[in-house]
């Protein structure tokens, strides 16, 4: 079964530019999650998205958004870039928003990251 | 604010080695803690807490969680070269029934063969 796929794995942009991510969940996987990863603040997480709805939101400016699609495939957008915004983003997914982040099937399973560097 | 501290922030043993890694938290509406491993990119899970005094294992890895102390240790026996990685410990949250993960910022595990 493929694992969460993240595309693009790399790329660069400029400050003031601003970019997307797309994540494509696990099969039959409808919670798609999002998380940035610095390397003095560890991962934290951005939003939740369930259905095509957001379910959660971390404490991020409003640059960053989230959609998610019917197929459950989800995209995040950063506008307005800024240098501190490079960092390793990483997708998680898992079966549904609902039954406990940790219990059996519902455990978050991530993808590789879009390492995004703002210059 | 909730806060999940890990410690050490970076360990460097020989193989054949035992380590305890170390993980505190102190997060609100606190259901579970989640072990996760990051060796290159994609964190891999490991165990999950719910319960305290319950030690889980798997092979050389075993972790176990302190409720009343708010911590969590991981250990790994006879350490070998892959498990060089940063070990990541999560608190979940739930609120109002939407969960997150509040994770701490890792420690950094070099195993020298």
């Known amino acids: 079964k493929a694992g969460v796929t993240q595309t693009p794995r790399y790329l660069i942009k400029t400050r003031g530019q601003q970019v997307t991510l797309s994540c494509s969940p696990i099969?039959?996987?409808?919670?798609v999650s999002w998380y940035q990863q610095t390397p003095g603040q560890g991962l934290q997480f951005l939003f939740e998205y369930f259905s095509e709805t957001q379910r959660n939101k971390g404490n991020f400016p409003g640059r960053f958004s989230g959609r998610q699609f019917s197929n459950s495939r989800s995209e995040m957008n950063v506008s307005t870039l800024e240098l501190g915004d490079s960092a390793l983003y990483l997708c998680?997914?898992?079966?549904?928003?609902?039954?406990?982040?940790?219990?059996?099937?519902?455990?978050?399973?991530f993808g590789a990251g879009s390492r995004l560097t703002v210059l | 604010e909730d806060k999940v501290v890990q410690s050490p922030l970076s360990l460097v043993v020989h193989e054949g080695d035992t380590v305890t890694l170390n993980c505190s938290y102190e997060v609100t509406n606190f259901r579970s803690l989640l072990w996760y491993k990051q060796e290159k990119k994609a964190p891999t899970f490991l165990f999950m807490l719910t319960s305290s005094g319950i030690e889980k294992k798997s092979g050389r890895l075993s972790s176990i969680l302190d409720k009343k102390e708010l911590f969590s240790i991981l250990n790994i026996t006879a350490t070998q070269t892959g498990d060089s990685a940063v070990y990541l410990c999560a608190g979940i949250i739930s609120n109002f029934g939407n969960e997150k993960l509040t994770f701490g910022t890792g420690t950094r595990l070099t195993i020298i063969p």
């Open positions: 099969s039959g996987h409808r919670s």
């Open positions: 998680a997914s898992r079966r549904s928003a609902s039954g406990g982040l940790g219990s059996g099937a519902n455990v978050l399973t």
